[in-house]
């Protein structure tokens, strides 16, 4: 949970996980769905789906037993070095670095690297296991990462509170924070998206998503990408048409909101439609036909909540 979100906004999921979720076994049995549900507003939701695949392979191939080696535990689903090498050296007290974006920006100022290049990055790494030659490697990774976040932040550098002060070497400098080198940002894509509400009576049309595309397993409304040229209407209906397989009539719009995501951002604007003709679906993803009362029991990506709260102002239904 603590991958890309801060510890404030994990904390009462953590919890309310642990209520619902108290054991491994609970994990790897759960329904995906279900877990997804629970993970909601959290984000980066292939997290959720790996920690489920890795329940479920040490329940089956460990015997219900986390591996402790480096080697097997690194080899579960959604775990890479950071991973291992914090859980490893908290949990089992193993000399492992966990280099974080906190111990590499404090590291980097104390042994004053500007560029992290792979040649620094490898020099941070040993003078970190240096140090965990002398014991408690848990304890050195954790105290780096709390000076990280709440001491040597990124844009402001509180050396007075810091116990590292007098061996930090960029504090001899008075301009720690040009350490290490910021990278340029890149401006993120937007993208006009489209989507439909369709209904047949008093049910509305819902997808699933691919579990191999962003915010895979999630559910939403029909619709997609605008292409240059095309009207709102026009995206509609002919994403309506290759998603669904049958041509709506677009009525009402109920509004617009904007969203960000980590690599891009999005514009989108819906409305709700019928079928013409009461044509038959044809869809190759997982649907349902669901009342807006059993939105809450599914899990939705955050965008979709915010025309959640424009529909919930002006009635669902067309």
């Given at each position: 949970?603590l991958?890309?979100?801060?510890?404030?906004?994990v904390i009462p999921?953590?919890?309310?996980w642990?209520?619902?979720y108290?054991?491994?076994?609970?994990?790897a049995?759960?329904n995906?769905t279900?877990?997804l549900?629970?993970?909601?507003?959290?984000?980066?939701?292939n997290?959720?789906?790996?920690f489920?695949?890795?329940?479920?392979?040490?329940?089956?191939e460990?015997?219900?037993q986390i591996?402790?080696?480096?080697?097997?535990?690194i080899k579960?689903?959604?775990v890479?070095?950071y991973i291992a090498?914090?859980v490893?050296?908290?949990?089992?007290?193993?000399?492992?670095?966990?280099?974080?974006?906190?111990i590499?920006?404090?590291?980097?100022?104390?042994l004053?690297?500007?560029k992290?290049?792979?040649?620094?990055?490898k020099?941070?790494?040993?003078h970190?296991?240096?140090?965990m030659?002398f014991?408690?490697?848990?304890?050195?990774?954790q105290?780096?990462?709390?000076?990280?976040?709440?001491?040597?932040?990124?844009?402001?550098?509180?050396?007075?509170?810091?116990?590292?002060?007098?061996?930090?070497?960029?504090?001899?400098?008075?301009?720690p924070?040009?350490?290490?080198?910021s990278?340029?940002?890149?401006q993120i894509?937007?993208y006009d998206?489209?989507t439909?509400?369709i209904?047949?009576?008093?049910?509305?049309?819902?997808?699933?998503?691919?579990?191999?595309?962003?915010?895979?397993g999630?559910?939403?409304?029909?619709?997609?990408?605008m292409?240059?040229g095309?009207?709102?209407?026009?995206?509609?209906?002919?994403?309506?048409?290759?998603?669904?397989?049958?041509?709506?009539?677009?009525q009402?719009?109920?509004g617009?909101i904007?969203?960000?995501?980590?690599h891009?951002?999005?514009?989108?604007?819906?409305?709700?439609?019928v079928?013409k003709?009461?044509?038959?679906?044809?869809?190759?993803?997982?649907?349902k036909?669901?009342?807006?009362?059993q939105?809450k029991?599914?899990?939705?990506p955050?965008?979709?909540h915010?025309l959640?709260?424009?529909?919930n102002?002006?009635?669902w239904?067309?």
């Amino acid at each position: 949970m603590l991958q890309q979100t801060q510890v404030e906004t994990v904390i009462p999921y953590y919890m309310k996980w642990l209520d619902k979720y108290p054991t491994l076994k609970n994990v790897a049995e759960a329904n995906e769905t279900i877990l997804l549900k629970s993970w909601e507003g959290l984000g980066y939701y292939n997290r959720c789906r790996n920690f489920k695949k890795a329940a479920t392979n040490i329940m089956k191939e460990h015997e219900g037993q986390i591996p402790t080696d480096y080697d097997s535990f690194i080899k579960m689903p959604g775990v890479g070095e950071y991973i291992a090498a914090a859980v490893l050296s908290i949990a089992h007290d193993q000399s492992h670095p966990a280099l974080d974006g906190n111990i590499i920006r404090v590291m980097s100022r104390f042994l004053k690297r500007k560029k992290l290049s792979p040649y620094n990055r490898k020099i941070i790494k040993n003078h970190v296991q240096m140090w965990m030659e002398f014991g408690s490697p848990g304890d050195i990774n954790q105290a780096l990462m709390d000076i990280g976040s709440q001491v040597c932040k990124p844009n402001q550098a509180n050396c007075y509170k810091c116990p590292l002060e007098n061996s930090c070497m960029a504090r001899k400098t008075d301009s720690p924070e040009i350490y290490p080198s910021s990278k340029l940002k890149k401006q993120i894509p937007n993208y006009d998206v489209v989507t439909g509400i369709i209904w047949k009576n008093d049910k509305l049309l819902i997808l699933q998503r691919d579990e191999k595309n962003h915010l895979g397993g999630l559910w939403e409304f029909p619709g997609g990408k605008m292409k240059n040229g095309e009207s709102h209407v026009q995206t509609l209906t002919r994403e309506i048409k290759e998603e669904c397989g049958f041509d709506v009539d677009v009525q009402s719009k109920i509004g617009s909101i904007k969203h960000i995501y980590s690599h891009f951002s999005i514009k989108m604007t819906s409305f709700h439609c019928v079928s013409k003709n009461n044509s038959t679906l044809n869809t190759t993803q997982p649907y349902k036909w669901i009342k807006p009362a059993q939105i809450k029991d599914l899990p939705f990506p955050k965008a979709n909540h915010k025309l959640f709260a424009i529909l919930n102002k002006q009635g669902w239904h067309v």
